[in-house]
């Protein structure tokens, strides 16, 4: 029986794209061959790659002053990509710190050059998002991290900042609608909402690359990728397939306005139960509780036992929080039907 599946990533995905993708690597589009032993040249991949990178801009609204790649490495890969890119030799860059990937963003940032944190809930466990600071022209770009995976913290507004805007949407891309054009780079693991494990989305204005003076390796440097449109070397082809499947499903399903109306109704039925509920409590400020991250955990650690085996029989998966911070999360990527999470909250109920 299929898993109720609250997993942080690699994520759940539309049953379609399981089934398409499956298709496609036991054959790809009549052409006697699997998806795994075509040549990424080939006519047949170049449309997948060109139609998942125009799809991107497509869902974004954004035009041709952006450009979009789909590369290897994961999210962790863009923490010093950006810095390498976009951090001039003897500039220096913004960060807030609102979690473990914005942490770790910051620490390869500053192998790179100075890097200032102008906001942090370090102090306080991540438990909110800060949003007193203010970024000024003196800084090459500002990097925020838009939703915390594993506090379950999500900024619902993003500062105007008079520098390059930068962001590592990686756990809630397309789960919402946003101006996307007010960002000058996006990037983003495919695995937490996007596509399975093993390709990063970058989205990238063309016009801020090649300022920061540095001599780039090929391999990190947006230039050289853009220029070879996202095929410098052989791509990731069956991360970057699966991800145009489940960006398909989302366009045919009423993109991401109708994403955003599903999303916040599984998020408002969640933390309904939360505070409703005396045995459980969240964990971070409700103004900034991520509609794709809820954290929980129970008052009474006496009831863990008998909570955990009862969500197990339910067919829930995935349900335990991070290593680093215990409790429970509910992770409610797009694919995620809301009846998922009525059998969650039927079992909080019950306990
Ligand atoms: C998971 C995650 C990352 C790291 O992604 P990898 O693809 O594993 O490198 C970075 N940022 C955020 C917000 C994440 O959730």
Known sequence: MKKHNFSAGPCILPQEVFQKSADAILEFNGSGLSLLEMSHRSKDFVAVMDEARAIVKRLMNLNDDYEVLYLGGGA???????????????????????????????????????????GSSKEENYSFIPKDYSVGSEYDY??????????????????????????????????RQLDFSKFDLIY????????????????????????SGRDIPSILDYEVHIK???????????PVYATLLTLQHLENNGGIAAAEIKNNAKAKLIYDEIDRNPLFEGFCAKEDRSTMNAGFKLIDESKKETFDAAWKEAGINGLNGHRSLGGYRASMYNALPIESVEVLVNVMKSL
């Open 188 to 211: 983003a693991g495919a695995q937490k909402n996007m596509g399975p494990a093993g390709v990063t989305v970058v989205v990238v204005k063309k016009e801020i690359l090649g300022k």
């Open 142 to 175: 500002f990097h925020c991290t838009s939703n915390n995976t594993i506090y379950g913290t999500q900024m619902k507004d993003f500062p105007e900042v008079d520098t390059l805007m930068v962001c590592d949407m990686s756990s809630d891309i397309f789960s």
């Open 76 to 118: 962790s890969m863009q923490f010093l990509m950006v810095a390498y890119n976009l951090l001039s030799t003897n500039g220096k860059a913004a960060y807030t710190n609102t979690g473990t990937w914005a942490a770790n963003a910051i620490k390869e940032a500053k192998r790179f050059g100075n890097v200032d944190v102008v």
């Open 228 to 238: 070879k449109e996202s095929m410098f070397n052989t791509p990731p082809v069956f």
